[in-house]
């Protein structure tokens, strides 16, 4: 399989040279040449199939060239070495993505990029004995994933870019409190700040020539393979009769983009739902066709907290540009504060089932439309605790994985907005 750049189709290159760039030269993300529909025999064996079996015919679809099947099969396991259930919550059943190390879904991306790139870089042939760096920008939760993901990985040293004081004390400890090759930058701004600045290093010729530099935002096509991996799963555990249609609680759009390529390799799922807290831009969009990219805006669903969504360039490539023909897949729906609060609430009241507020607000937007269906629930609720418990009136538990890291001393290096600094660093 070859990847072409967003920005110029005529830029096209192999599986591990897209994995390991990250983001194409011209600034455009990597796109898979064509997308496969996969055999009829497949789907109909879906429901007897283990999530590490659907997770390889996957993979090996788009780097079947790049990686033998025993290795790739390898990454699929390693990386997916947790459950993902499906549980009926009121009349729709939640996909519950956050039972790995971070208790978030990014786990899913951020392990299966970790290995897959461990093994480009321990196979490459012609290796010039340069270790990795791996920039990453983050709003909380890819962060901590990313650096769980890629902790004593040899040859890769990653560095983590967040916002100062806009992600939860959790999430700040998990990438604070590693050491080792994982170095967590304090930003003095927010997340676009962080994102921008990782889009400049990529275009930076001095950086570029210097360091051996790669990306793990959602942007790099590592991440985005193994996310679809569970809208098969999904699918193969919903019951008959329910409504094929999954509801999407979205930031930067990179798990609804994987949805909507697994659609297109012939998942039958009839439309997804993109859910979002005020940070509507997507929504807005799908009514109005123009897309106004706009500063971000904080809110307790704070990993959706994103202005100007990275994937969304990957989407218009899906549909060559023609709203018409994404809104057939998409509907978007915008969630506010209050509406996540009253869902946390009267969820946790009617069913017992207790939602983290970006689940929360894919919940009510199923809830607001086909009401039924697949719910994608992104964090666990122990990771937004404050929150959760102000809305249900009873403490959650931190899970002992999270407890141990908030006894580690913090470590960070402050940074200011300006690209010098961040490039000074980095050459240091
Ligand atoms: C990152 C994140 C999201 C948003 O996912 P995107 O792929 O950026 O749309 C939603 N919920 C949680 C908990 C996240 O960490």
Redesign the pocket.
Known sequence: MMYYSTSDRSHRVGGRQAVLAGLAPDGGLYMPEHIPVLPQRFFDELRSKSLHEIGFVVASTFLGDDVPAEELYKIVSGALNFEIPLVRVGDAHVLELFHGPTL???DVGARFMARLMSYFVQSSKKDDGRELTILVAT????GSAVANGFYNVPGIRVIVLYPSGKVSELQERQMTTLGGNITALEVDGVFDDCQRLVKQAFVDPSLMAALKLSSAN?INIARLIPQMFYYFWAMAQLPEGEPHVVT??????????AGLMAKRMGLPIDRFIAATNENDVVPQYLISGEYQPRPSVATI?N??D?GA?S?FVRMLDLYAGDVQAMREDLVGIKISEQQTRETIARVQHQYGYTL?P?GAVAYNACERSVKRGVVIE??SPA?FGDVVEQEIGMTIEIPERLAQCLNKEKTSVKLSGEFMELKEFLLR
């Open positions: 978030a879904f990014k709003s909380g939760d890819t959602s999407v609680p979205s930031g930067n759009f990179g798990n609804i983009t669903s990993a959706m994103v969504p994937n983290d970006h992104t964090a990771k």
